[in-house]
């Protein structure tokens, strides 16, 4: 008997020691690839290196633009489900934290029916009365090897990540508004530029004609312009239907319907630019920016915790804990009954189950790490593609931009020396196509800069800092 007291002892001094701080890893944030703190490569003329500032679409200076993307963080459908997790999740995380305290229990009832009692002559005599009776439970598990202190950990962490998550969908709600409102404006533009290609194909078309009539002009020379001007019309119902599509997908992100598009935004007839190179800054600041990396890191943290819980199961729980109850039946008076002690739980020597929980969680925290270090590499990626994309859209356009203008005297000297007999009919309308093509090309190129420059602002994760209203 002296031996198994021994033995027991034993145990509990162990635990107690391992009490001394919470069992299972403690959690180190995993450091960024070295490299991360140069610019990045692909930064060009386009990018300069000061930091993004944290309402960046403020940088295109349009007050109408700041407005829409106050609009949508207000009202925004996607915003209001991430901020309902939210809210859930810290829910769960309260339910946690009271497991640090003590849980009571009250039980109290009150109940009339018959009871039977012995007459003293072998028979029973029906009794009817009154029971009273009620009772007290505390209870409270003693954290000793911090299973209770590593949930916490955890639940703090998924808090943490789901918060990451809801600030992501903040960035894709300013980018997609502004995308949405700048590509709305870029196509009034390119609207503009075809009505304008449409005027011009139909004067050559017009005077062809008069000119076959009087015999200057063949049939041939009728027909081409006409496929000119068909040409340049086909293309105006796909602007106006991209146009009017982007204003819907405005209205969808403000919490509005196809039919309440703003109307500041279906009047604006050009793109706000900016007047500067876009702030990228480094890779260690998008690291540290990014929400969806802030996310997997949260992620691992919590699943790094878990690994305590689990690890907690393998040892023996010990709660404390107290009752009373009383009991009254029909005239006579209460009892009471009081009871105090510890309890100890523990599935030894069959510990199989919680070894192989052990194993999930460390297997988990392993996939959670690799999504992180992936992520990195993700996003590291992402923002090289999109400033290669922007660079390239860049060079593009200044080509187009000459070629416009090329287009445009050619087309002004091709008019003049048709009118002075140098040129044929057929020279004219060539320098006519060449304008209408150039012109739509760069209007074209416009609306794809633009979206190139958005790809840029989303994948620098810019804008979700929180507001006070936020909070």
């Not at 007047?275 to 600041?285: L, R, T, Y």
Request: net charge neutral.
């Amino acid at each position: 008997m002296r031996d198994h007291r021994s033995a027991l002892l034993s145990a509990m001094l162990s635990v107690l020691l391992l009490s001394a701080c919470a069992i299972g890893p403690d959690y180190v944030r995993p450091s960024a690839p070295e490299k991360t703190a140069t610019p990045f490569v692909s930064g060009g003329e386009v990018a300069s290196a000061v930091s993004l500032p944290e309402e960046w679409w403020r940088l295109y200076q349009d007050p109408v633009l700041d407005q829409l993307v106050q609009r949508a963080f207000a009202a925004n459908v996607d915003l209001r489900i991430a901020a309902a997790n939210l809210e859930r999740e810290r829910a769960v995380l309260s339910e946690a934290d009271i497991a640090r305290f003590p849980s009571t229990q009250i039980s109290a009832g009150r109940t009339y029916g018959d009871s039977t009692s012995s007459s003293g002559q072998g028979s029973t005599l029906p009794d009817r009365q009154r029971t009273t009776t009620g009772g007290l439970t505390v209870s409270w598990e003693v954290d000793l090897l911090g299973r209770v202190r590593r949930s916490v950990e955890a639940a703090h962490a998924d808090v943490e990540a789901v918060e990451a998550t809801r600030d992501a969908v903040r960035v894709t709600v300013a980018a997609e508004t502004t995308r949405n409102y700048v590509a709305a404006c870029s196509l009034a533009e390119s609207l503009v530029a075809t009505e304008q290609s449409i005027a011009i194909t139909r004067q050559t078309l017009d005077l062809m004609q008069q000119q076959e009539r009087v015999g200057s002009a063949s049939r041939f020379d009728v027909e081409r312009a006409t496929v000119t001007l068909a040409n340049t019309e086909a293309g105006l119902p796909s602007l106006q239907a991209r146009r009017q599509n982007a204003l819907f997908a405005l209205a969808a992100l403000l919490g509005a319907t196809p039919s309440e598009v703003p109307a500041e935004a279906a009047a604006c007839a050009k793109a706000p630019a900016l007047s500067a190179p876009i702030p990228v800054a480094d890779g260690a600041a998008l690291l540290r920016r990014r929400p969806d990396l802030r996310q997997a890191e949260r992620k691992l943290a919590g699943d790094t915790a878990r690994i305590g819980v689990a690890t907690a199961d393998l040892y023996p729980r010990i709660s404390l804990g107290g009752s009373t109850n009383y009991a009254r039946s029909g005239g006579s008076g209460g009892d009471w009954t009081f009871g105090v002690g510890p309890a100890l739980s523990w599935s030894f020597p069959n510990i199989g189950v919680a070894r192989a929980k052990v194993k999930q969680s460390e297997a988990q925290v392993q996939a959670s790490l690799a999504s992180f270090d992936g992520s990195v590499l993700s996003a590291l990626r992402e923002v090289e593609q999109t400033l290669t994309t922007l660079n390239a859209e860049q060079r593009r356009r200044v080509s187009l931009e000459q070629a416009d203008r090329s287009a445009r005297v050619a087309y002004d000297l091709a008019e003049a020396r048709y009118r002075a007999g140098s040129i044929s009919q057929i020279e004219r309308l060539a320098a006519a196509q060449d304008r209408v093509a150039a012109q739509s090309t760069l209007a074209e190129s416009e609306v794809s800069l633009n979206a190139a420059r958005v790809d840029v602002f989303k994948a620098l994760g810019g804008g979700w800092q929180a507001t006070a209203g936020d909070q």
